[in-house]
């Protein structure tokens, strides 16, 4: 038995959620301090799409998101709420 595996799932055109809801701790290009949480990335073009895509500038973190049907879900929305509880889950705590 062949089980079929799903193609891989690309980024919703106009969408941009996970360069808006989660916060980034490394400097870019525009941002030498970080990007904090539910901001928009500058680095987003009129298209919602990454200028620093490809790039060596492109923080790492950004790079190790990966579009995906738990993530992304069927809208914007869903996915600016999915990655603003991780962002939530994520926060240090303090002692």
């Not at 808006?20 to 073009?45: R, V, W």
């Not at 009129?46 to 790039?55: D, I, P, S, V, Y």
């Amino acid at each position: 038995m062949v089980l079929a595996v799903p193609p891989p799932l690309t980024c919703r055109p106009g969408c941009a959620a996970c360069c808006t809801a989660p916060s980034i701790s490394s400097p870019l290009p525009g941002l030498p301090m970080g990007k904090p949480a539910g901001m928009a990335c500058p680095q987003l073009d009129a298209e919602l799409r990454c200028r620093l895509f490809g790039q060596p500038e492109r923080p790492a973190v950004c790079s190790s998101l990966a579009p995906g049907p738990e993530m992304c879900g069927n809208n914007r929305e869903h996915a600016m709420a999915w990655l603003s509880q991780l962002e939530r889950d994520t926060q240090p705590q303090p002692p």
